[in-house]
């Protein structure tokens, strides 16, 4: 079992820290894989996006990272020009692009962006399933509470 996390040794509560910890240590594990693959901030968290979502449009891509439509396009052709994505036509409506990721995020060199995620997700298999479903339920639910007090 993983080290428990001492209330004392913060102000926050012991599930702040630890997902203060996970956040950081993702943050660092991206951030090292982004150095060795030469790409930017926005150019990995895009590839990332678009391989867990197969087909997205710029749009909804640019909507996710919080850019300008000039900056999307730039971007995705970095990516193309990377050999990172592909740009296919809909076929139901040819004004659309849909991106698909063409890099092997599984091999050498992309896997890097995806190691710990792939490690954090192994680890949560090997876990207690309920326990797994019971904090997933709970941190979504801390999440949404967040949001809102931002309002």
Same mark, same amino acid.
């Given at each position: 079992?993983?080290?428990?996390? %001492? &209330?004392?040794?913060?102000?926050? &509560? ?8 996970y ?7 991206? +951030?090292?894989?982004? #150095?060795?693959? =030469?790409?930017? @901030?926005?150019?990995?968290?895009? #590839? ?6 197969? =087909?997205?449009? &710029?749009? @909804? ?5 919080g ?5 999307v396009?730039? +971007?995705?052709?970095?990516? *193309? @020009?990377?050999? /990172? *994505? ?6 139901? $409506?040819?004004? *659309?692009s849909r +991106?698909? *990721?063409? !890099? ?13 995620? $792939? !490690?954090? %997700? /192994?680890?949560? @298999?090997? %876990?207690?399933?309920?326990? /797994? ?7 979504? =639910? ?10």
């Open positions: 079992m993983a080290a428990m996390i %001492s &209330p004392s040794s913060s102000s926050l &509560p012991a599930l702040a820290v630890a997902l203060r910890r956040v950081d240590a993702r943050n660092a594990a991206l +951030l090292a894989a982004r #150095l060795l693959l =030469g790409v930017n @901030e926005l150019d990995a968290r895009a #590839l990332l996006h678009i391989a867990a979502n197969p =087909g997205t449009r &710029p749009g @909804e891509l640019r909507d996710y990272l850019i300008t439509s000039a900056g396009t730039t +971007l995705i052709d970095r990516l *193309v @020009e990377r050999g /990172a *994505v592909r740009r296919d036509v809909d076929r139901d $409506d040819r004004r *659309v +991106l698909t *990721v063409i !890099a092997d995020l599984k091999g050498e060199p992309w896997n890097v962006l995806t190691r710990f995620d $792939d !490690a954090f %997700s /192994a680890a949560i @298999e090997r %876990s207690d399933q309920n326990d /797994a479903g019971r904090f997933a339920e709970a941190l979504d =639910g801390f999440t949404v509470a967040a949001q809102q007090a931002r309002i």
